[in-house]
């Protein structure tokens, strides 16, 4: 789906798909310097981080693995929980290995805090965070996020993996949500 697809649905176009694309591409050349020879066990947090985590993927030039984990978040609403719960384990052990978090979007930073703390105590080699874009909140919680594509104003936004009650994921590129979609 393009941006002028959903012309009315979005009250401010942030980042077209090329841009994003060209962000991408310099984490990723960031990451394959970082982490030559180290095998990156990439952790995509579901669903929002699919997009961000099969571009950054393809776009490395070193071998990685990729497993995923499933976090409670936002539900169908706008406003964050504040209640963190994990919905889906990964699958393989992270013990010895070079963790990095693929998120979509970092907002009050509850999410990532918890997440960090809970892998940190299953003693990985080391934990870093990639994200795709960060609200100004979060720096309340002070997660460092090494790898950011960019950092956007506090209003909700849609698109390039985040959704609005399931919809807008497949969005290439990302907006601010017209207020008229959800009130
Ligand atoms: P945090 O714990 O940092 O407040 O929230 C992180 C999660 O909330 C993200 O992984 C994402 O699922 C959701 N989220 C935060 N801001 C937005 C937004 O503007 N749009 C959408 N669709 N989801 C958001």
Known sequence: MNLDDVPDDLSAVLFTEEQITTRIRELAARIDQDYADRNPLMVGILNGAVMIMADLSRALSIHCEMDWMAISSYGSGVSSSGVV?????????????????????????????????????????????????????????????????????????????????????????????????YS
Do not use: W
């Open 85 to 181: 719960r994990i919905l889906k384990d990964m699958n393989t052990s992270v013990v010895g290995r070079h963790v990095l978090i693929v998120e979509d979007i970092v907002d009050t930073g509850l999410t990532l805090a918890y997440l960090i703390e809970n892998l940190k105590s299953r003693n990985p080699a080391s934990i870093e965070v990639c994200a795709g874009f960060r609200k100004p909140e979060a720096q309340r919680n002070e997660v460092e996020v090494k790898y950011l594509g960019f950092d956007i104003p506090s209003d909700f936004v849609v698109g390039y993996g985040l959704d609005y009650a399931g919809r807008y994921r497949n969005l290439r590129g990302l907006g601010i949500l017209s207020p008229s979609v």
